[in-house]
């Protein structure tokens, strides 16, 4: 009888889904980021221009967190999003996709070895 040893089958990131995740949030928040940048009441003598603030700002990343734990089902740690958030949207993008993935790829490893 011959025995055989089976690898356990290790999910892979789902990083087409987290990347369209992150930019569905992301096209939501910028248009109501837009409306408030925007947004100045006429009292004030303030003439709406070029944000002076980064494009994505920390409130945004952490909604933006917040889409992707629920989506991958795991909590992110709180310091995922940087202080002041992130200078453009790829930026944001590209960091919160290597970060998830990270925390993805230990969630995987402590299930595999709490199945062994």
């Known amino acids: 009888m011959a025995t055989t040893f089976s690898t356990p089958q ?5 990083a087409a889904q987290v990347e369209a995740c992150i930019r569905d949030a992301l096209i939501l928040q910028a ?3 837009a ?4 947004h100045v ?7 709406p221009g070029p944000s002076w603030g980064p494009e994505v700002d ?4 952490v909604e933006i967190i ?8 795991l909590k992110l740690p709180a310091t995922f999003s940087p202080r002041g958030g992130y200078d453009c949207a790829e930026a944001c993008v590209n960091d919160l996709m290597s ?3 990270m925390v993805w790829e230990q969630s995987m490893k402590e299930t595999q ?3 062994q």
Do not use: K, Y
């Not at 290790?10 to 789902?14: H, K, L």
């Not at 009441?41 to 003439?47: E, F, K, L, R, Y």
């Not at 920390?58 to 990343?61: F, T």
């Open 10 to 14: 290790v999910a892979a990131f789902p």
């Open 31 to 33: 248009a109501d980021q």
């Open 35 to 38: 409306i408030l940048r925007l």
């Open 41 to 47: 009441p006429a009292t004030t003598g303030i003439v």
């Open 58 to 61: 920390s409130l945004v990343a």
């Open 66 to 73: 917040c889409a992707v734990e629920e989506m991958l089902g």
């Open 99 to 101: 970060q998830a993935q």
């Open 113 to 115: 070895n709490h199945d």
